[in-house]
């Protein structure tokens, strides 16, 4: 099966574009700049740790520090999206971002930082991300009515900021203080923030009972584990995580670095990138009536990435796939993403996408753990070829399930 036997091209448009709505221009304004700092992140605080005598080890801890707390309290945070509306709890994390920035660029201009205080302030960081991400599904439905043109349009962006973000940290690095990128960071983040704020008015549907947390997050799994299709989509996305997430980022960057040198791997990164700006593209234009199923086939075409560095494929065909992987996995997120929000009651979706979040993410850690003693003991190719197997299956069992083939496009 292909996207082409389940998706058309869209009938002329009924609903209005979102760029139309003053409200969404300012949401896509804030979440742009938003991606853009964490786009510029990692190379910022990687040249910060080395830079301070700290090594690949202090890189390592500083990164957990960081998401740690978003895997221990991305739950909390949807139950407080939930309670006090999703714009008010990622205005108050975008505030805590900034100042963890600011911070940490005076203590890397004007003392000796030490590790304990990166990764205290990394922490912060993680803690404040996981308040924001949990929100972010329950803005989109409020600020337009093609829901769907808007993640595709929120998707673009985020490849746009992958790409420029790092490129950014390290021109930022270079001709200024490592201090400099962090304020640009701390800049970006702010910028997020006063874009939400007038945000905070929208009529939004409110938990407003005396339940206990506990309660609340029992409801939020509740309203989870009651629709088949969600908890078969994160039980098998969750397997692809452990299987090819977690062992394609560090194994693949490795193997790439080690047969087309660092230009190339640059190369490589720069296809991908581009590929996620197509397959938001044909987020806007492609409206499958069962937007899982086309999904997760787009997803099938994604098994080809880890696969050109197993097989040591030619640069121009890793090029390719690398575009086409990008691309699938652009188009992927658009039909989930429009799926959950259409789906989920507004009273719910921070708590449900929580779940999500947390489900996604919680196991790709653990994958890139177990990456090199089991690379070492089989050898990174021999992994990636399982990986991508698994990982087939995993889309196959997500195929199989009827709850997933019979959710279809809401208007």
Not at 181 to 186: D, G, H, Q, T
Not at 272 to 281: H, P, S, Y
Request: charged share 10%; hydrophobic share 55%.
């Amino acid at each position: 099966m292909t996207i082409d036997e389940t998706a058309a091209p869209a009938a002329p448009a009924t609903l209005p574009s979102p760029w139309r709505s003053p409200l969404f221009r300012l949401f896509f304004t804030a979440r742009s700049a938003s991606l853009l700092a964490d786009g510029m992140l990692m190379v910022s605080l990687t040249t910060a740790v080395l830079g301070t005598g700290f090594g690949a080890s202090g890189v390592g801890y500083a990164l957990a520090a960081w998401m740690a707390p978003v895997v221990l309290l991305v739950l909390f945070g949807g139950i407080l999206a939930d309670r006090f509306s999703p714009q008010v709890m990622m205005v108050g994390a975008d505030v805590v971002r900034m100042a963890a920035m600011l911070t940490l660029a005076a203590l890397l201009a004007f003392t000796h930082v030490r590790l304990w205080e990166i990764m205290a302030l990394m922490a912060l960081s993680g803690a404040a991300t996981a308040m924001f991400q949990p929100g972010l599904a329950g803005i989109v439905p409020q600020i337009t009515e093609d829901i769907q043109q808007a993640n595709a349009l929120l998707r673009i962006s985020e490849a746009v900021s992958t790409l420029l973000g790092p490129g950014l940290a390290g021109l930022l690095v270079a001709t200024w203080q490592v201090a400099g990128s962090f304020l640009v960071i701390a800049a970006a983040f702010a910028v997020s923030a006063l874009g939400l704020l007038p945000l905070r008015r929208l009529a939004t549907v409110r938990d407003d009972s005396d339940d206990p947390m506990w309660h609340r997050l029992a409801t939020g799994w509740q309203e989870f584990r009651s629709r088949a299709w969600l908890w078969g989509v994160i039980a098998a996305w969750s397997a692809y995580g452990l299987f090819v997430f977690g062992p394609a980022i560090p194994l693949c960057a490795t193997l790439l670095t080690q047969q087309h040198g660092s230009s190339g791997y640059g190369w490589i990164a720069s296809a991908d990138g581009a590929g996620t700006i197509v397959g938001g593209l044909l987020g806007l234009r492609l409206r499958p009536r069962r937007p899982l199923v086309a999904g997760a086939c787009a997803m099938l075409v994604f098994s080809l990435n880890p696969l050109a560095p197993a097989l040591g494929w030619s640069l121009p065909v890793t090029l390719a796939t690398g575009a086409v992987a990008g691309c699938a996995y652009a188009f992927w997120g658009v039909m989930w993403s429009t799926t959950v929000q259409s789906q989920i009651p507004l009273k719910v979706l921070g708590r449900v996408s929580a779940y999500d979040v947390a489900g996604s993410i919680l196991v790709i850690p653990l994958g890139r753990a177990l990456s090199g003693p089991v690379s070492n003991a089989f050898g990174a190719s021999h992994v990636l070829l399982a990986g991508t197997a698994l990982g087939v299956l995993c889309l196959l069992a997500m195929l199989a399930l009827p709850a997933v083939r019979g959710v279809t496009r809401t208007p």
